[in-house]
């Protein structure tokens, strides 16, 4: 008998017809002996739904509530779906996040889950099939909180390490983990083993087909992920503490992000604490900042500081820059139609002039790259988000991934 932990996202729940669907992909496993607990997202397009709902009450939404609101859509595919699994006979059943209890730390809308009460959910699995919802728990203080956007990944993960299963399937609706996002570059060809660190940093830079703290806890507890579609029999993709990684090519993948913006300061004072005093009161309003360049100042005095944030931040870090009355510029410029594109592979490390070779095709593209960033097997450049498609696309053949 193995345990196992299947986690369907949005699209596999999307409709009544899909969740039966999945109720018979569940069924398949616990009539094969296994253990069997589930991680539902809520169904395809709801979370946004109620996201939009809570817009038309206040754009200053209170937090609680909307964690609340948030959360609910779990509740509807959990139900669902166990309703399904009982109409086929099986025992199963719902838990939702306080009766279990999932209990989560941190603040709200972007919390982690710390524990899970075990007892009461393997007592369970004895004789049934546990349904979980994804993306959420409740505080000591019993407040519901979410976990971050797809964050169903990192409640199967957790489950999977706090339940000791043997397995964690991650359902979705292409058949693993692509050198590129497959719906997008449809050359992207599927992966068949990746490591731990490759796709942590593909899914940082935007490859939303795992969420990033669900690769990093799967890494940091060596729980082996596999990603596969709900809707084909292909073989998936398994992300893995790969030992002997193959690195025959450079770059693994590509991946691209919309969700960044630009700003630059002018005409700073050139002096030592300036870089920190721009910088805190964005730290202490929890303001991510990501690339920064700093110009070499041709007069000594002054120089132009450019760094990228996260473009729902944008006005708030404006406002906040304005206010800042410890900095001395000329003027705050924003540019909000950016993109960042990135290359990632565990084989550049041992490759030479992977760098060059990117610029070079961007340049031949006549693509302006309007900042860098790189990691040891990460290269990224902020773009006009314009270009993104085309500069993907261009990098995804010269890396030889087509
Ligand atoms: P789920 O609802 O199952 O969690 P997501 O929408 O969060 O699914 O993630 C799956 C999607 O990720 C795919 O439909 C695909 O468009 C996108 N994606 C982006 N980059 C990649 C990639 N490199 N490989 C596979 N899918 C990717
Ligand atoms: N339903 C949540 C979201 O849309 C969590 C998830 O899908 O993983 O972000
Ligand atoms: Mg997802």
């Known amino acids: 008998m193995v345990k196992k932990v299947l986690k369907f996202g949005g699209t596999s729940v999307g409709s009544i017809e899909r969740i039966q669907h999945v109720a018979k992909i569940i069924k398949k496993e616990h009539d094969a002996g296994n253990q069997i607990i589930v991680v539902v997202s809520a169904m395809a397009g709801k979370t946004n739904e109620l996201i939009d709902l809570s817009k038309n009450i206040s754009k200053n939404f209170s937090k609680r509530e909307y964690d609340v609101l948030i959360s609910s859509g779990e509740q509807v595919s959990c139900a669902l779906l166990a309703g399904a699994l009982i109409n086929l006979n099986l025992k199963a059943k719902s838990w939702m996040n306080w009766q279990i209890p999932i209990l989560t730390e941190g603040e709200h809308s972007n919390a982690r889950i710390i524990n899970v009460n075990v007892e009461k959910i393997n007592k369970f699995l004895q004789e049934g099939i546990a349904i979980i919802p994804g993306f959420q728990g409740i505080t000591k203080n019993c407040d519901i909180t979410t976990?971050?956007?797809?964050?169903?990944?990192?409640?199967?993960?957790?489950?999977?390490?706090?339940?000791?299963?043997?397995?964690?399937?991650?359902?979705?609706?292409?058949?693993?983990?692509?050198?590129?996002?497959?719906?997008?570059?449809?050359?992207?060809?599927?992966?068949?083993?990746?490591?731990y660190e490759e796709m942590l940093e593909l899914s940082s830079v935007g490859a939303?087909?795992?969420?990033?703290?669900?690769?990093?806890?799967?890494?940091?507890?060596?729980?082996?992920?596999?990603?596969?579609?709900?809707?084909?029999?292909?073989?998936?993709?398994?992300?893995?503490?790969?030992?002997?990684?193959?690195?025959?090519?450079?770059?693994?993948?590509?991946?691209?992000?919309?969700?960044?913006?630009?700003?630059?300061?002018t005409q700073v004072e050139d002096k030592p604490g300036v870089a920190a005093n721009i910088f805190a009161p964005l730290n202490d309003a929890q303001i991510n900042v990501d690339m920064v360049i700093q110009n070499i100042s041709s007069d000594q005095k002054t120089t132009d500081i450019t760094f990228t944030i996260k473009r729902e931040d944008l006005s708030k870090t404006k406002e906040i820059l304005?206010?800042?009355?410890?900095?001395?510029?000329?003027?705050?410029?924003?540019?909000?139609?950016?993109?960042?594109?990135?290359?990632?592979?565990?084989?550049?490390?041992?490759?030479?002039?992977?760098?060059?070779?990117?610029?070079?095709?961007?340049?031949?593209?006549?693509?302006?790259?309007?900042?860098?960033?790189?990691s040891e097997i990460k290269i990224s450049v902020i773009i006009d988000e314009e270009n993104t498609l085309n500069a993907v696309r261009k990098l995804h053949t010269i890396f030889d991934l087509d």
């Open 147 to 195: 976990i971050g956007r797809g964050g169903s990944d990192a409640t199967a993960v957790a489950f999977a390490k706090l339940f000791d299963a043997e397995k964690c399937e991650i359902y979705t609706d292409v058949d693993g983990v692509f050198s590129s996002d497959p719906k997008k570059i449809p050359v992207a060809k599927k992966i068949e083993k990746i490591s």
């Open 208 to 265: 939303k087909v795992m969420q990033p703290s669900a690769v990093q806890t799967a890494m940091m507890y060596d729980i082996p992920l596999e990603v596969k579609s709900t809707f084909t029999d292909r073989k998936g993709t398994k992300i893995f503490d790969q030992e002997n990684i193959d690195y025959s090519k450079s770059v693994t993948g590509v991946a691209y992000s919309k969700d960044d913006a630009k700003i630059t300061l």
């Open 322 to 374: 304005r206010k800042n009355r410890s900095i001395n510029y000329k003027e705050i410029t924003h540019n909000a139609k950016v993109s960042k594109v990135s290359i990632v592979g565990a084989g550049m490390v041992s490759t030479p002039g992977v760098t060059y070779k990117m610029f070079k095709a961007l340049a031949d593209e006549k693509i302006n790259i309007l900042a860098i960033s790189t």
